[in-house]
């Protein structure tokens, strides 16, 4: 089996920082929104101290909100929106936006890459990313509080690793489950 032509391993980074940008926003969204509202909290706070007359009944927000008003959730529609790149990333990564925005304003202005990097890592992290981050979005329409902020924060996290120290989760899980035999791989030298 022979490798795809090699990509400018500063090309993932560049997206990195653009994904990153956009999960902590759906984060600090999804914080602010109904999954973590209380529906009936009747209780006053006093210097840390619960006061005599406080009670807590109803729960979750999110729990008894109608879907519609869920999926309209703005943390919601960024995660959906960054979901989408994702697909977008896995289906034909060298046309994702930040793949075209990388190629044709960005790499221009750089010296050649000193080696290129085999693109099936870096779509395999594109399609973790839509895993964790799908499932937020899922698990947020099912009326599960703090599953969205949860997802994008990981997701968040490990796109941060990837763009600020070029430490790809997704790209060392593809290596792993390479070496363990799960995936394709690489022709072996005779």
């Known amino acids: 089996m022979t490798a795809p032509d090699g990509i400018d391993p500063r090309g993932p980074r560049f997206a990195a920082w653009i ?3 956009l999960l902590l926003a759906a984060t600090i969204l999804a914080l602010t929104g109904i999954a973590v509202t209380s529906s009936s909290a ?4 006093f210097a840390y ?26 943390g919601f529609i960024v995660a959906s929106i960054v979901a989408a790149l994702f697909v977008w990333g896995v ?15 960005v790499r221009p202005r750089l010296a050649p890459p ?44 490990a796109a941060f690793l990837n763009a ?5 989760l997704g790209c060392q899980m593809y290596l792993l489950l390479q070496r363990a035999g799960v995936l394709g791989r690489r022709g072996t030298a005779a």
Request: net charge negative; proline share 9%.
């Open 49 to 74: 101290q619960l006061l005599a007359s406080s009670s807590f009944s109803g729960g979750w927000a999110i729990m008894s909100a109608p879907i519609g008003e869920r999926a309209a959730d703005p």
């Open 114 to 157: 000193a080696e290129l990097e085999d693109p099936r890592p870096p779509r395999f992290a594109q399609g973790v990313g839509l895993v964790v981050v799908g499932l937020g979005l899922v698990l947020h329409l099912a009326g599960v509080p703090l599953a969205l902020p949860i997802a994008t924060a990981a997701a968040f996290m």
């Open 19 to 21: 994904t990153s940008a």
């Open 91 to 105: 289906v034909s990564p060298a046309t994702s936006p930040w793949a075209v925005l990388f190629r044709t304003v």
């Open 164 to 168: 600020a120290f070029g430490f790809c």
């Open 42 to 45: 009747t209780f006053g706070w």
